[in-house]
Structure formats: structure tokens, C-alpha cells
């Protein structure tokens, strides 16, 4: 949906939507920051009916600048610290956007993703905690619209990170990405997590073929986003849950 608003009387900052989300699929920190300088700023002007808009902008720029420093870390504590700031930002965005629409199904959704992606950060009981916060907002989403292939993209990955004592795992996974893509055949980011579920190390039918199939979709979709360019690095790899692992405070 294009978002470009200015005019010549009060000169107001300009948001051009197709730019954005070009940054975005290829994680140009330079412009990310620029634009999230502009929504800050059109935020702060007079109450509009793109306010909500502006806040699901803002959080997505906090997500994928999140993913991008956690793919980039490869166990530095600086980096994972950024990242999972960078989460809880872009939380607390995703909050704003649907106290501003309640009847907006991504911005559940987004709000969904973004406790799916705490949960890799916790412990129980928090784990159990943000998991419960995903499903409230899924279905919420799925009250709105039933065919958000996004809805069932984040059930499938809270599953991947989710122990499987407490019904996660990647078999439960798979069924709920593949029904992402089968309500969008276009939707490049089920394909690329499919990829990721079928390359898991934990996983029983791990099938590399598969998974390199995916993956292929998806850069076919999207051959300038900046996570599938990686491929299937180890760092895709979600490490299996242990019970000792730190909680969180947050």
C-alpha cells in the first residue's frame, strides 16, 4: 500500500513506500535509519489516519535490523544484546499499531512475530509466557482474516523455537508454513523458512534437497533479499532448547 504523504505548504518529511521496502529486503542500515528518522518525525506531528501505518513501518525497520545483527553476531553478546533490543522496540511499535486499528490483521500479526522471536531470548516460565502472547494475537489476526498467509508464516516459527515438551518442533512446523504458502504461492518468506525447518539438524526428516528447493523459490520470489543471499549458513540452525538456559527479566 503506497504511503507517500508531503506537501508543499508545511513541507512535512516524505515517506516513500516502494523505497522502504526495498531498504528493508536488502537491510540498507543507511536508509533504514533515515527512514525510521522520518516516521519518528511524522509521528510527532497531528494525530492522522496513517498513524498506524506509520507505527507497522517502524516496527518492521526494529525487526529485520534485529534479524540482521542476530545473523551477524555468531555468539558475540554485544550483537545478540542489540538484537533482542531491537525486538522489544519493535514490540512496543507493533503494540501502538493495534491499540490505533483493532480490525488491522498484520498488525496482530507483527506483534505475534515479534513475541515469537523473544522466545529464542528466554527461559521458562517467560518462554511459556510469550508463547500464550502468540497465540492470543494469531488468532485475533485470524479473526480479521482468516487467508493471512503471514498468521500461519509466525505460528510455524514460534513452533521451531518453541521445546518440543511444550508442542513445538519442526514436524509441528512444516504443516503450518507450508499452509502459508499454499494460501499465497507468491509468499516468498513461508518458502524461505521452509527452507530453514527442513535443514534443522534436529530434525528427523531432514532433507537437504528440500530444503535447497525452498530456498530456490524463495530467491526466485525475492533474489534481493538479504537473508536468502546468505543461503543456509549455520547460523540457521536453532540450537536445542535446555531447561538451564538464563530467563529473562524482560
Not at 550483537?79 to 522489544?88: A, G, K
Not at 498484520?106 to 523473544?118: E, F, S
Amino acid at each position: 500500500m503506497p504511503l507517500v504523504v508531503g506537501a508543499a505548504q508545511t513541507s512535512p518529511p516524505q515517506l516513500d513506500s516502494s523505497q522502504l521496502e526495498k531498504a528493508l529486503t536488502t537491510i540498507e542500515l543507511f536508509e533504514l535509519s533515515r527512514y525510521e528518522t522520518i516516521l519518528k518525525e511524522l509521528l510527532n506531528r497531528k494525530s492522522s489516519p496513517n498513524h498506524y501505518l506509520y507505527n507497522l513501518c517502524l516496527g518492521r525497520i526494529h525487526l529485520r535490523t534485529a534479524l540482521y545483527y542476530e545473523s551477524k553476531s555468531k555468539g558475540n553478546k554485544d550483537l545478540l544484546e542489540t538484537s533482542e533490543y531491537l525486538i522489544n522496540q519493535a514490540r512496543d511499535q507493533f503494540k501502538k499499531v493495534v491499540r490505533e486499528n483493532g480490525d488491522f490483521s498484520d498488525g496482530y500479526v507483527y506483534l505475534a512475530m515479534a513475541y515469537a522471536q523473544k522466545i529464542k531470548y528466554v527461559g521458562y516460565p517467560t518462554l511459556l509466557r510469550y508463547a500464550k502472547r502468540v497465540d492470543k494475537n494469531i488468532k485475533k489476526a485470524l479473526e480479521k482474516d482468516p487467508n493471512n498467509p503471514r498468521a500461519y508464516l509466525v505460528q510455524g516459527i514460534q513452533a521451531m523455537y518453541k521445546p518440543p515438551d511444550h508442542g513445538g518442533g519442526v514436524d509441528k512446523a512444516i504443516p503450518l508454513l507450508l499452509k502459508s504458502v499454499k494460501l499465497d504461492p507468491a509468499f516468498h518468506e513461508g518458502y524461505y523458512w521452509l527452507a530453514r525447518a527442513y535443514v534443522q539438524n534436529s530434525f528427523k526428516g531432514r532433507d537437504e534437497g528440500k530444503s535447497k528447493e525452498y530456498l530456490s523459490k524463495a530467491l526466485k520470489l525475492s533474489p534481493d533479499d538479504y537473508f536468502y543471499q546468505q543461503g543456509l549458513t549455520p547460523d540457521v540452525q536453532i540450537p536445542e532448547y535446555k531447561e538451564g538456559k538464563k530467563n529473562s527479566k524482560k
